[in-house]
C-alpha cells in the first residue's frame, strides 16, 4: 500500500518532505519509504462574498424582553380597568335599584289619596273599593283568555272552526 500526501506549499526542501512522510507513515503505520509527498501551492479563488437576509425588523433579545413587558403591562392595565367599571357599573344598578324601590313606594298612594284630607271610610265605600277591585281582577282575567283564544285561532284556524260548529250545533240540539 501506498499513501500520497499534498502539501499546499510552493517550495519545500527535501528534508520538509522527509518529516512529512516519516509523520504520515507513523499515523498510518506504514514504512515512510512507500508515503510520496508532493508540494504545491492551491490555487486560490476569489471568495464571493455571501449576502446575509436583511431582516426587515431585526429583533434583539433587548427588543423581546421591552415588547413583553409593555404587553404585560398593557394586560394589567385592562384587567384594572375593566373591574373598576365592573364596580361602578355595579354601585350604578344598585342606585337605580334603590331608587326605583322608592319611585314605587310613592307610586302605590296615588297623589289624590296623599293630597286628599284623611277622612275614614265608610262600610259602604269600603264595599265598593273592594267589589270594583274584584271586577279590575275579573276584568283582567277576562282579557287574558280572549287574548289566549285569539292566539289560538289565528294558530289553528280549522281547530277554532270545528269548535265553533260542534257549540252551534249542541245549541240547537238543547232547543
Known amino acids: 500500500m501506498t499513501i500520497s500526501v499534498v502539501v499546499n506549499k510552493q517550495l519545500m526542501t527535501a528534508a520538509e518532505k522527509a518529516e512529512v512522510a516519516k509523520a504520515a507513515a507513523f499515523a498510518t503505520a506504514i514504512q515512510p519509504a512507500k508515503v510520496a ?14 449576502i446575509a437576509p436583511v431582516s426587515i425588523f431585526p429583533l434583539s433579545q433587548t427588543t423581546l424582553v421591552l415588547g413583553g413587558a409593555v404587553l404585560l403591562t398593557l ?30 313606594a310613592v307610586e302605590e298612594v296615588p ?36 287574548k289566549e283564544i285569539q292566539e289560538f285561532s289565528s294558530q289553528n284556524p280549522e281547530i277554532a272552526a270545528q269548535l265553533i260548529r260542534t257549540w252551534l250545533k249542541g245549541d240547537d240540539e238543547d232547543v
Open 37 to 50: 509527498v508532493f508540494n504545491s501551492a492551491f490555487p486560490t479563488t476569489a471568495t464571493v462574498p455571501t
Open 75 to 104: 394586560l394589567i392595565v385592562i384587567i384594572i380597568v375593566s373591574i373598576v367599571v365592573g364596580k361602578s357599573r355595579k354601585k350604578r344598578q344598585k342606585a337605580l335599584m334603590d331608587e326605583e324601590e322608592q319611585d314605587d
Open 111 to 146: 297623589l289624590k289619596a296623599r293630597l286628599a284630607p284623611k277622612v275614614p271610610d265608610s262600610p259602604q265605600d269600603a264595599q265598593k273599593k273592594i267589589i270594583e277591585e274584584q271586577r279590575a281582577k275579573q276584568a283582567t282575567k277576562d282579557e287574558e283568555i280572549t
